[in-house]
């Protein structure tokens, strides 16, 4: 099942794959049906949805993108759209997020999909990674079907994860309490999870797992893929058992969570098309204030528009880079919200919206120790801190 918003006049199509974690084997797969049953079965799902971001079709909301024809996946099937398993006397759960896909696909093709100039398949969170799964895929399938023309492309949320080591090791348990190549080791087994052919010839058998971190499918991918990932995801930080609860952080976290932000820096230095705000969140294109966060003084929609101006400029002559249209955007300031334009925080307990100031000092933040660190007065570290520099 699909929602689908048509906008005769346009030859760009934008489908969307919603994100929410997965579900790894039968006790937790149980749970989730119990408990999120929307992300098991499309048998409650609303006729309509309101989309919001860059599934807008208010040009205020969604400058480049408005006019598009949309398409909402909705994610019933819990495998980081990646599974393809019917159900079995072995397994009570279907699983089968990569044909899912396929089949909006077939079915769109009739609905002016056909006659489209760009494609372009984006997703949040667990449809971040499912982009990265998915896109060469799609635009195979496109091929084989008689539509060559048809420009693919890519646009990951939030769904850039790394495989490190966990702050605190815990058993896998849950979704929430496992490593994430642990969980996803799991999971392969058990949605029978397929893995783009190119990247799963970089690994040995058994190990497709590796597919499933973006640093790694990455570079074997063939369509230009956009990339957008908070410096400070927080469920990184979740499945990492970094938990922000409102108790200063002890300054192991807080080594951890700068070194994260270093890490993944390292792991984007060579993605051509990128946006990576320092900031703790999660997903983004799906908001309303996606169009407030800014890297280097230039917003989300502004660095997807460059991107595009860049894929559509090099098909001439590939040119070099277009002047003051940058899409390789990554942030370089240490800590979490060192960006003035990041999200809003509220204070988990009495939902008051905090500054940097007082979100660091409630993160436990030595302004003392941190501004003799940096050799600067403690003053002088506050301005900063405040004006996002």
């Given amino acids: 099942s699909y929602y689908l918003k048509e906008s005769k006049g346009s030859r760009r199509w934008l489908l969307f794959l919603e994100g929410g974690w997965y579900c790894f ?25 309101v ?25 019933c099937s819990s495998d980081v759209w990646s599974g393809a398993s019917s159900k079995s006397e072995k397994n009570e759960y279907a699983f089968m997020g990569a044909l899912i896909i396929q089949e909006v696909i077939k079915e769109l093709v009739g609905k002016g999909l056909g006659t489209a100039k760009v494609l372009l398949l984006a997703g949040s969170s667990a449809g971040g990674t499912g982009v990265l ?30 495989d490190n080591k966990q702050y605190r090791r815990t058993d896998c348990i849950d979704t929430i309490t496992c490593a994430p190549t642990e969980a996803i080791r799991r999971g392969i087994r058990y949605w029978n999870g397929i893995v783009p052919e190119r990247c799963k010839l970089q690994f040995k058998e058994g190990e497709e797992w590796n597919c499933f971190f973006g640093y790694k499918i990455y570079p074997t991918l ?9 410096l400070f995801d927080e469920a990184q930080l979740t499945v990492d058992n970094v938990h922000l609860t409102g108790q200063p952080v002890q300054e192991g976290q807080w080594l951890y969570i700068q070194n994260l932000g270093r890490e993944l820096r390292n792991t ?12 703790l969140a999660h997903e ?24 595009d101006r860049s894929l559509h400029e090099s098909n001439k002559d590939g040119k070099a880079p277009l002047k003051g249209c940058p899409i390789h955007l990554i942030d370089s300031c240490p800590w979490p919200h060192c960006n003035p334009s990041c999200p ?24 003392q120790k941190m501004a003799q660190q940096q050799g600067l007065e403690p003053s002088k570290l506050l301005g900063m801190l405040s004006s996002g520099n």
């Fill in 25 to 49: 084997n039968r006790e937790n797969c149980d749970t989730r049906y119990d408990t999120m049953r929307r992300l098991m079965s499309s048998r409650e799902w609303p006729a309509t949805r």
């Fill in 51 to 75: 989309g919001a971001g860059i599934l807008s079709s208010q040009p205020e909301e969604n400058p480049h993108w408005w006019n598009a024809n949309m398409v909402f996946i909705p994610y």
């Fill in 133 to 162: 799964l998915n896109v060469d895929r799609v635009a195979e399938q496109l091929e084989e079907m008689g539509y060559p023309g048809i420009q693919v492309r890519g646009l990951a949320d939030s769904g850039w994860f790394l």
């Fill in 222 to 230: 063939r369509c230009p893929v956009f990339i957008v990932q908070w």
């Fill in 268 to 279: 984007l230095k060579d993605v051509t098309a990128s946006f990576a705000p320092a900031c």
């Fill in 284 to 307: 983004i294109i799906t908001r309303n204030h996606w169009t407030d966060i800014q890297v280097k003084g230039t917003s989300l929609p502004r660095a997807l528009h460059c991107w």
């Fill in 344 to 367: 809003t925080i509220r204070d988990q307990f009495t939902g008051q919206e905090m500054n940097v100031i007082q979100f660091l000092m409630h993160m436990g933040f030595d302004v």
